[in-house]
T-cell receptor, first 110, second 112 residues
Framework: NAGVTQTPKFRVLKTGQSMTLLCAQDMNHEYMYWYRQDPGMGLRLIHYSVGEGTTAKGEVPDGYNVSRLKKQNFLLGLESAAPSQTSVYFC?????????FGQGTRLTVV | GESVGLHLPTLSVQEGDNSIINCAYSNSASDYFIWYKQESGKGPQFIIDIRSNMDKRQGQRVTVLLNKTVKHLSLQIAATQPGDSAVYFCAENIQGAQKLVFGQGTRLTINP
């Protein structure tokens, strides 16, 4: 089983560009999450979803949008990238307990 | 509020000693707590969890203690090994919201 797969693993964007990060899970989990992790800090919740077709804001949602059109996929979009969005992004999926994480996407905005 | 904080950002222990990593939380509605281990360049990995109706849970070489009175959580690692070097995060699940919120993290280093 692949578990949670994030694509791409690395990306460099110019300020103002847009992109979409894809998260795919093959565990039939209802809940999915997007976090960002900055140096010296923990994981901050951007958006999350409790089921197909539903999304909700987390702690730091500004500048990001998400969609959960299919249960297995959770997309994170940056409409107009800013240097402050340089970070490592982690996706996770879970049953009601025990979240499983992807390997992360390192995004640099220049 | 919804915040989970750690008392210490770094912890150094001698190989073979026991490690204790602490965490404070503030949301009384949290019903579930998890400890994660994150090695360099990898995503967090589940270690152990505990529900709010428990005060202790043991796993293989790890024990989690929950004190709801003072909103405190701790992770105890027995006989610490070099492979235990990592950043450890506590996380809380907000009851009803299914929102998993993480603390800042503690970096555990093992001295030979």
């Amino acid at each position: 089983n692949a578990g949670v797969t994030q694509t791409p693993k690395f990306r460099v964007l110019k300020t103002g560009q847009s992109m979409t990060l894809l998260c795919a899970q093959d565990m039939n989990h209802e809940y999915m999450y997007w976090y960002r992790q900055d140096p010296g800090m923990g994981l901050r919740l951007i958006h999350y979803s409790v089921g197909e077709g539903t999304t909700a804001k987390g702690e730091v949602p500004d500048g990001y949008n998400v969609s959960r059109l299919k249960k297995q996929n959770f997309l994170l979009g940056l409409e107009s990238a800013a240097p402050s969005q340089t970070s490592v992004y982690f996706c996770a999926s879970s049953r009601p307990t025990e979240a499983f994480f992807g390997q992360g996407t390192r995004l640099t905005v220049v | 509020g919804e915040s989970v904080g750690l008392h210490l950002p770094t912890l150094s222990v001698q190989e073979g000693d026991n490690s204790i990593i602490n965490c404070a939380y503030s949301n009384s509605a949290s019903d579930y707590f998890i400890w994660y281990k994150q090695e360099s360049g990898k995503g967090p990995q589940f270690i152990i969890d505990i529900r709010s109706n428990m005060d202790k849970r043991q796993g293989q070489r790890v024990t989690v203690l929950l004190n709801k009175t003072v909103k405190h959580l701790s992770l105890q690692i027995a006989a610490t090994q070099p492979g235990d070097s990592a950043v450890y995060f506590c996380a809380e699940n907000i009851q009803g919201a299914q929102k998993l919120v993480f603390g800042q993290g503690t970096r555990l280093t093992i001295n030979p």
